[in-house]
Each structure stands twice: as C-alpha cells, then as structure tokens.
C-alpha cells in the first residue's frame, strides 16, 4: 500500500474536519464568506477606518469576513448616523450583498429550536457582474505605468454559500485587461482572458479556521501590499490555518507554487510556509511573522512547513532546511483623535559580519511608515507614508528560491525602489470617498527576477537603486464606491512625471523602464460595473 505524502494526509484531515463541521454541536458558529480585497468595499471599509470608526476589525491582516465587517458596522452605528460617514456605511452595506448569503426563513422556529436552526441553516448566492473599463496602461501599478492604452468589456461570476461552520466561495473572471497585462502569466491566445480569482472552502469555529483554496490575502499597512504576504501576486491556491481570538491569534498559510523547468523533463519544485502571531493590547495591534521559501529537484513537502508552531529560523539552522528565509514584524496604532499609525519591517539578509568575501553581501530589507486619517477639519483627513524595498530583496543565490508566484512578488510586486507619498482623504461627495495624493517614487534596476551577484560582484553591488535609475512623480486623484442598485464605480486618474538618471555604460535599466525615452503623460483607470443578485437557497432551508 503506497504511503501518503504529507499533504495528502493534511488533505484528509481537512476534509474529515470539514465532515466534523457538518454535524449539530453546541458552540457552533454560522461561517461567513472573505470580502475579496479588489471590492470596492475596502474603499469604504479604509474611510471609515481612517476616522476612528470599525474599531473591531484588525489593521493589518487581511481580508475580512462579512460577519467581522457587520459586527464592526454595529459598533459603530451610533457615531455613523449623520454626514458623509453615513453614506459611507450604507454603501459598505451595498457592497456586502453580493458576497452575502441570506434571506428570511420560510417558517419561524420555535424558541427552542431557533439556535439550531440558525446554525444548520444552508444558503447560496449566485449573481454575474458586468463591467466596462479604460486604462492607459498594462501594467496595473500606475507609478510604473506602460504604454498599453485599452478601452474594453469584463464579466464576473460569483457563488457564495454557507451553512453551519462550513463556507465557500467561487469567482471566476473574463477580462480583456489580463492579456495586455504583463505581470498576468495565463494564456493570451483569445480576446478575452480568464481566471479564478476566489475558489475556496472553508471551516470557521470561534476559535479556529480552516481552508483550503484560493483567496488573495495581506498581511502589513492597508495602504500597500505587505512584504512578506501581499495582494499584488494574482490569488494562488493555499492551505490556511488559524487559532486564537481577535486579542490574540496565529495564522500559517501553506502553498506549492509554480515549478522551474531545469531542462527536459526535469523541474525544481518550489513551496511557500508563512505563518504570523499577532495580539491586540488596548489601540496597540503587534504581529510577528516568519516565511520561508524551499526548492529543489525532486523536493517533496517537509513536515516541518506544515508545522504551524515550527521556527522556521532554527529549522533553517538546526535541520539544515535550506530556503530563501525572512522574519519580519508589524505593528499599528488607532486613535480617534491623532489618526492611525502603523509601520512593517522586513528582514532578508542583514550583514552584521566582518569576514571574507561573503559577508560583503548587500544587507536585504524592507520597511513601511504610515499615518492615515490625520486631523485636517471635521470629516476632512490627510495621510502621509514612507516604503522601501532593497535592490537583493526577495531573491538568493539558488535562483528558484526568488520569492514569486509565476514571477509576481509575493510580498511586493517590485524591489530596489522607495516611494514617498502625502495627500488628502476627503469626504465631499457622498458614497463617493476621494484620495487627492502626490507620491514620489525612485526605481532602481535591480529585480527579484534577475540573477543573484556571484559573491566576486558583492563589493560592487549597491544594496539600493542599482543604476541605471528612474524617478517619476505623480499627482492624482482615486476613489470609488457602490452606487446602488448593483452599480459600483472605481477609478485612480492623476499625471506621471518620469525622469530618468543614467548610469555607467552598459548598465540595465528597470525592468519596466525599456529606454530613456520621455514617458511622462496622463495615465489612469476607470471602471464602472453592475453586479445584481439573486438567491438560490432561502436562509433555514436543510
């Protein structure tokens, strides 16, 4: 009898705890879908954030669940009952519809059944989106804009269902925008590209979760993607785990990600390990995190990845469990009055060392500042943030350790640039939030998808902005929000000025950056959908 690998038996304990979920238990909690983080209820849920309101909701993991969204709304309700925050909290309700299932029950249970009914009620909500768009580049990163002018249509579907601790989600796109996006590595051989975005099923208990599937996830600052887990990368099917309570809790997460090809028939597996403890004391929210990404020919899954309370660091050096390995903590601070702070650091490789040629290795790191939501005049806020990434960032010497999925950053989509940014967060237009911002950006050419420098190279190797550089600034405008009836709207508008500093001869340019030809000009994206609903399964049925 062949032996199960690791993963088939983590498969198979996930699959009979799901069967366990099914049965009637007291304590039992009614599941909720995840808000995928492109919905434009993030716009809402980041204003209303920013003012010192949805107090409940944790600041730097994400993405929420319905339910967590509705209980913080609820917290809120009193101070949300006037002027544009209760615009904003009626569109966010908007919003929720399409990823919420529900509806009244046929019949009214009784006192001593209502409970139970409540949890082994089963639902389902199936709806398709239509959408149409303009963009002026490619490339979705609008400060790192391309030249790919597009005007054209977009469909989406959604299954959403839940009964009991049990919930799962299907989404499926066909985009235009896929095949004219560099960083999209799918088949462009048809008008209209297609993927899944969100296809997962999922566990959900007071104390714990477990799923399995696919959900773009972010750990850091809201304002960006995190450096060790975030949303630029397209979704990627994982396994995610989670314990504790909403003052204190751990999250692992789990992937196999795309293979290398060696040549032939031969490849080198890559897998993903990430997981993160975090705490709450009083407005302080602290997390620590830890990923490490293995590779190899022939490599299967270790057990010790799928150990959520391993550390890593000490596999890394103890059970010479090679990998691209990085630690990194983040912290946030609310306040009603002063705005809210927060700040993420990362650690990849920092040379302390004095010794031969390998300890000449540019130091790897990243690291976010930033304030929201500080006071300008009544609902009126301003915001100001810091990032940098290192030119080494994400990458070492074994090339199939870089830190992608299909050779998109799992952290963050780019390295070796910082980008200053300051602007306003108005609220002027109702169920329209806007973000009035100028940000300054300098890109250096080095790249998580180049070659790592032999260690001849480390002495010459700058640990930041490898020439030849580029420096764009860009004055914008962004907003969005749900219009009613279905309709949402979200565009980010504004002007590039790049600029671009040569470097010595023969020096590579940023990857985005072909020549230095003048790229300055207007560059945006605007987008305009409608997503009705309608449900299968009525609240109560069984």
Not at 122 to 149: C, H, I, P, T, V
Not at 175 to 183: A, F, V
Not at 485 to 506: K, L, Y
Request: with cysteine; charged share 25%.
């Amino acid at each position: 009898m062949k032996k199960l690998s690791a993963i088939n038996y983590l498969l198979s304990a996930f699959g009979f705890a799901l069967m366990f979920a099914g049965m009637p238990r007291t304590g039992s909690a009614q599941a909720s879908p995840y808000v995928p983080l492109d919905d434009v209820a993030y716009v809402y849920i980041d204003a209303l954030m920013v003012r010192g309101e949805l107090r409940q909701l944790q600041s730097n993991e994400r993405p929420y669940t319905v339910a967590a969204i509705r209980q913080a709304l609820a917290g809120s309700r009193r101070r949300l009952e006037r002027g544009a925050l209760r615009s904003y909290a009626q569109g966010l309700e908007h919003a929720l519809i399409k990823t919420t299932v529900e509806g009244a029950p046929r019949r009214r249970p009784g006192r001593a059944n209502r409970e139970q009914s409540g949890r082994d009620a089963f639902g389902a909500r199936l709806s398709g989106a239509f959408y149409a768009f303009a963009q002026s580049s490619g490339r979705r990163e609008l400060m790192l804009a391309d030249d790919r002018n597009l005007v054209g249509p977009g469909i989406t579907g959604r299954l959403v269902f839940a009964g009991g601790p049990v919930v799962g989600m299907l989404r499926v796109i066909g985009d235009t925008r896929l095949n004219n996006d560099p960083e999209f590595a799918g088949r462009k051989d048809r008008d209209i590209g297609g993927r899944t975005e969100d296809g997962y099923v999922s566990g959900q208990w007071r104390y714990g979760e477990l799923f399995i599937g696919r959900s773009a996830r972010n750990w850091g600052p809201s304002t960006m993607p995190g450096l060790v887990i975030g949303n630029y990368a397209y979704s990627y099917d994982h396994l995610y785990g989670r314990f504790g309570t909403p003052r204190i809790h751990f999250a692992s997460l789990f992937a196999k990600l795309d293979s290398d090809p060696l040549g032939g028939e031969r490849v080198s597996n890559r897998y993903l390990a990430a997981h993160r403890l975090a705490g709450r004391i009083g407005r302080l929210e602290i997390g620590i995190n830890e990923s490490i990404l293995l590779s190899g020919e022939g490599r299967s899954v270790d057990v010790g990845m799928l150990n959520p309370l391993n550390i890593y660091a000490l596999s890394w050096r103890n059970e010479k469990l090679d990998g691209n390995l990085m630690v990194g903590a983040d912290a946030a601070l609310r306040t009603r009055r002063f705005g809210n702070w927060s700040a993420e650091i990362l650690i990849d490789d920092l040379q302390l060392d004095r010794c031969d040629a390998v300890c000449e290795e540019p130091s790897s790191y990243g690291v976010t500042l930033a304030a929201e939501g500080l006071p300008l005049r009544g609902a009126q806020k301003w915001f100001a943030s810091y990032t940098r990434v290192s030119s080494l960032a994400y990458r070492t010497p074994t090339y199939s350790e870089r830190y992608t999925s299909f050779e998109v950053g799992l952290g963050r989509g780019f390295s070796d640039y910082d980008e200053a940014r300051i602007g306003l967060d108005l609220a002027v237009v109702p169920r329209i939030p806007l973000r009035a911002y100028f940000a300054h950006r300098r890109q250096g050419a080095g790249d998580y998808r180049f070659a790592f420098p032999d260690t001849s190279q480390y002495r010459d190797t700058r640990g930041f902005l490898i020439p030849n550089t580029a420096t764009v600034d860009r004055i914008g405008l962004s907003g969005g929000g749900a219009l009613g009836r279905g309709f949402e709207v979200a565009a980010d508008i504004g002007f590039n000025r790049v600029s671009h500093t040569a470097g010595p001869a023969g020096a590579p340019y940023p990857i985005w950056f072909d020549s230095p030809d003048d790229r300055s000009g207007f560059e945006g994206r605007v987008q305009i959908g409608w997503e009705p609903g309608w449900t299968l399964f009525r609240a109560g049925q069984r």
